[in-house]
C-alpha cells in the first residue's frame, strides 16, 4: 500500500466522509433521468460556480468607490494579466446562466416536475430565479460606466411608482436622494454579499430537496400524479430500476457541463467582455441607457406599454408575474404530467416564449426612441440645392422631423415613413398636420415661422412616387 | 429521567428551551437595530438643499435656447468623483427671469436633450417630448419636466440643488 492511499484511508477514518457523501452520490435514480434532457439544472449550477470563482477574481482588483470603480475597470480589462478573459467570463457567464435558469425552469413546468411532492422544489426555484434576476441587475450597475448609472436612476424611477412607499425605495436603491457616493457601495453589497449569500442557501435547499424527494421521472402520458400513492410509487420503482447518480446518470451533466464552461470561456476569449461605455458622469446627458441582452424586452415593455395604466403594469405586472410562479403548485399539483396531456402548458410556455421575443426584437431596434445619429437629407435626396424645396429639406433636417421621421432612409423609425408622404396628404392637410401634432406627435405651430412652414410644405408635397 | 423539579405547568426542559429562544431573539433584535437602521439611513436622513452657481449673469442671453448646467449635487462624498456631477437645463427668460428644468424625464429619468432647431426636449429612452415651457408634448410622461428653484446672487446665476425628481403616484 503506498503512502497516498494510508494517507487517505487515515483521513476518511478519521472523517467518515466517503460514508456521508457516497450514498448520496451513488443513490439510485429513475433510469429515464439519466439523459441528456437532465442536464440544464447541474449546467446552472456549474456555471453559479463558474460566476463565483470569476467574481471573487475580480474583487481582488475592482475598486467598489463611485469615484473610482470605472478606472479600475479599465485597469482591469486592459493592464492585468488575464484580467480581460475573467471580466469576459463573468460576464458571459451571467448571460448563460439566465440562460440556464430559463431553459430548466421551462423544462421543469412542460414536464409539470412541481406537482406533488415537489413544490418546494419548485419554491425555491423561484426564489433563485428571483435573485439571478437581482444578481444580473446589480451586476451591470458594478460596472459602473454612463449605462450603469442611469440604469439605476431608471431602476430607482420604477421603485418610485409602488404606491405609498415609492419615495422610500427610490432613496433606498439610490441609496440617498440623488446618484452619488453612497450608491456604488451599497450595489456592490448587494452584488457581492448579500444576494450571494441568498443563493448560496436557496442553491443548498434546492439541491437538498432534490435529494430528500428524488429526481423527478420523466412523465408518461396517462400516470397521472397522486399525492396519496405517489411516493410509494416512486420508491418502489426507484428500488426496482433505478440506477447509481454517480456516475451512470451524472457522466452526462459533466460533458454538457463541461461544454458550456468551455463555450464561455471561449467567447470571453475571442468576443471578450462588454465595452465599457462613457464614464458613470450624471451631467453627461448623451446617454442611451439600454440594459444588457436579458433585459431587453422589459426595456421594450416599458416603452410600449400604454401610459395611462403604465404604473399599474409597472409595479404590479412583475409582483403578479412572481405571485403566479410562487402559487403554481398549489393551483394543481396532482394529476397528468406529460406535456402531450397539458396542452395548456405548452400554449403558455409557447405564448410567453414569442411574447419576450416579440418584445426582445422589437426592443433592439427600439422604433419610438428619436434618432439623433440620423444622417442629413442630402440634395440629391431634397432633388434641389436652391429655392423652396431645398429650404423645405432643410427645415426638415433642421427643426427635428428627422429624428423621428423617415425620407428615403434616412431619419428615425418614431413617426411614419414620409418618403412617399405627398401621394397620400395634400399641403393643407399637410400644414394642418405640422402645426397641431396628433397622435404622437408634437405641434409646430409655436416653432415655424410662415416662411417655414410653407417650405416645409412644399418639401414633403413633393414626396411622391415617380 | 427526573421530572421531579415539574411546577404546575412548565418543565425545567421547557424552561431551558423557552430561555435560550428568548435569549437568541433578544441579541438579534438589539444587533438587529443598528444594523437595519444604518442600512436604512439613505431613507431616513436627507441632505438639504443647497444653491449652486452655475455661471456669472452676463453669460446667459437673454430669449437663447436652453443651455446644460453642469453642477455639483446635494451631498458630494470625497470618494464620490464624477458621480457627484449634476445638470439642468437653464434658459433665462428676461433681464432677470430664469428657467430651470430637471434633464430627468419625468417618465423614467432618463437624461433629455434639448433640440435647439424644433424647441423641443426630447427623451432617448422611451420617447417623451416636451414642449419649451416644460409640458409633455408626446410619449409616455405622466407629468412636464420637473422645474428647479433659480436665482441671481452676486451676479451668479444659483440653482437650488436638489434630490433626483421622482415620479410617485
Aim: with cysteine; hydrophobic share 45%; glycine share 10%.
Amino acid at each position: 500500500m503506498n503512502f497516498l492511499k494510508r494517507a487517505w484511508l487515515w483521513f476518511d477514518d478519521r472523517t467518515g466522509l466517503s460514508g456521508a457523501i457516497g450514498p448520496i452520490a451513488k443513490h439510485a435514480v429513475p433510469p429515464n433521468t439519466a439523459t441528456w434532457f437532465y442536464v440544464f439544472g447541474s449546467a446552472t449550477l456549474f456555471t453559479f460556480m463558474l460566476q463565483v470563482a470569476t467574481g471573487v477574481t475580480l474583487a481582488f482588483i475592482y475598486v467598489p468607490s463611485s469615484g473610482e470603480a470605472y478606472q479600475s475597470l479599465q485597469y482591469i480589462t486592459t493592464q492585468t494579466t488575464f484580467g480581460r478573459i475573467v471580466r469576459g467570463m463573468h460576464n458571459w457567464g451571467a448571460s448563460a446562466m439566465i440562460l440556464l435558469v430559463g431553459i430548466h425552469m421551462i423544462q421543469v413546468y412542460l414536464t409539470a416536475a412541481y406537482k406533488f411532492p415537489r413544490e418546494m422544489n419548485w419554491i425555491s426555484g423561484v426564489v433563485l430565479l428571483a435573485l439571478t434576476v437581482v444578481m444580473g441587475f446589480t451586476g451591470q450597475v458594478v460596472r459602473w460606466d454612463q449605462t450603469a448609472v442611469w440604469s439605476t436612476i431608471v431602476a430607482a424611477e420604477q421603485a418610485g411608482r409602488v404606491p405609498l412607499v415609492g419615495g422610500w425605495l427610490a432613496d433606498f436603491i439610490l441609496g440617498g436622494d440623488t446618484v452619488g457616493g453612497t450608491t456604488l457601495s451599497r450595489m456592490y453589497a448587494y452584488h457581492v454579499f448579500l444576494i450571494p449569500a441568498l443563493l448560496f442557501v436557496f442553491i443548498g435547499f434546492h439541491l437538498y430537496l432534490v435529494i430528500k424527494n428524488g429526481i423527478s421521472e420523466f412523465p408518461r402520458a396517462g400516470d397521472p400524479v397522486d399525492p396519496a400513492t405517489y411516493r410509494e410509487k416512486y420508491e418502489a420503482m426507484v428500488k426496482k430500476k433505478g440506477i447509481p447518480f454517480w456516475p451512470d446518470a451524472a457522466w452526462k451533466d459533466m460533458v454538457f457541463g463541461f461544454i458550456v464552461i468551455c463555450t464561455i470561456l471561449v467567447i470571453a476569449i475571442v468576443i471578450g467582455p462588454p465595452e465599457l461605455g462613457p464614464p458613470p458622469n450624471p451631467s453627461d446627458i448623451h446617454a442611451l441607457p439600454v440594459p444588457d441582452w436579458y433585459f431587453v424586452f422589459y426595456f421594450a415593455f416599458l416603452a410600449l406599454m400604454p401610459p395611462e395604466i403604465e404604473t399599474y403594469l409597472m409595479v404590479f405586472g412583475p409582483l403578479l408575474v412572481g405571485l403566479l410562479l410562487f402559487c403554481l403548485p398549489f393551483i394543481s399539483n396532482r394529476g397528468e404530467r406529460s406535456p402531450i396531456r397539458r396542452p395548456w402548458a405548452v400554449a403558455i410556455v409557447a405564448l410567453t416564449i414569442a411574447t419576450i421575443s416579440g418584445l426582445w426584437a422589437i426592443g433592439i431596434t427600439s422604433p419610438w426612441s428619436p434618432n439623433f445619429d440620423a444622417k442629413p437629407l442630402t440634395a440629391e435626396i431634397i432633388g434641389a440645392d436652391s429655392g423652396p424645396l431645398w429650404r423645405g429639406g432643410m427645415n426638415f433636417n433642421d427643426k427635428g422631423c428627422l429624428y423621428c421621421h423617415t425620407v428615403s432612409g434616412h431619419g428615425g423609425q418614431r413617426g411614419p415613413d414620409l418618403t412617399y408622404v405627398g401621394d397620400r396628404l395634400n399641403a393643407n392637410e399637410l400644414t394642418w398636420r405640422i402645426m397641431n401634432g396628433g397622435l404622437n406627435m408634437p405641434g409646430f405651430g409655436g416653432t415655424l415661422n410662415n416662411q417655414e412652414l410653407s417650405d416645409l410644405v412644399e418639401f414633403l408635397s413633393s414626396r411622391k412616387k415617380k | 429521567m427526573s421530572e421531579k423539579t415539574q411546577t404546575s405547568d412548565c418543565t425545567r426542559r421547557q424552561f431551558f428551551m423557552h430561555v435560550s429562544i428568548a435569549l437568541g431573539s433578544i441579541a438579534a433584535v438589539l444587533v438587529g437595530i443598528p444594523i437595519v437602521g444604518s442600512i436604512l439611513a439613505p431613507i431616513i436622513k436627507k441632505p438639504e438643499p443647497e444653491w449652486r452657481a452655475v455661471g456669472a449673469l452676463e453669460s446667459f442671453s437673454v430669449g437663447g435656447g436652453y443651455v446644460k448646467v453642469d453642477y455639483v449635487n446635494t451631498s458630494p462624498l470625497p470618494w464620490a468623483g464624477v458621480t457627484a456631477q449634476s445638470a439642468a437645463w437653464l434658459r433665462r427668460e428676461s433681464e432677470d427671469k430664469f428657467i430651470a428644468f430637471s434633464v430627468n424625464c419625468a417618465h423614467l429619468g432618463c437624461p433629455v436633450r434639448w433640440i435647439e432647431g424644433a424647441k423641443l426636449f426630447m427623451c432617448p429612452c422611451h420617447g417623451g417630448v416636451y414642449y419649451e415651457d416644460g409640458s409633455v408634448a408626446a410619449g409616455p410622461p405622466p407629468r412636464g419636466l420637473y422645474q428647479y428653484p433659480v436665482r441671481v446672487n452676486n451676479g451668479q446665476v444659483e440653482i437650488l440643488a436638489s434630490p433626483i425628481p421622482i415620479t410617485t403616484v
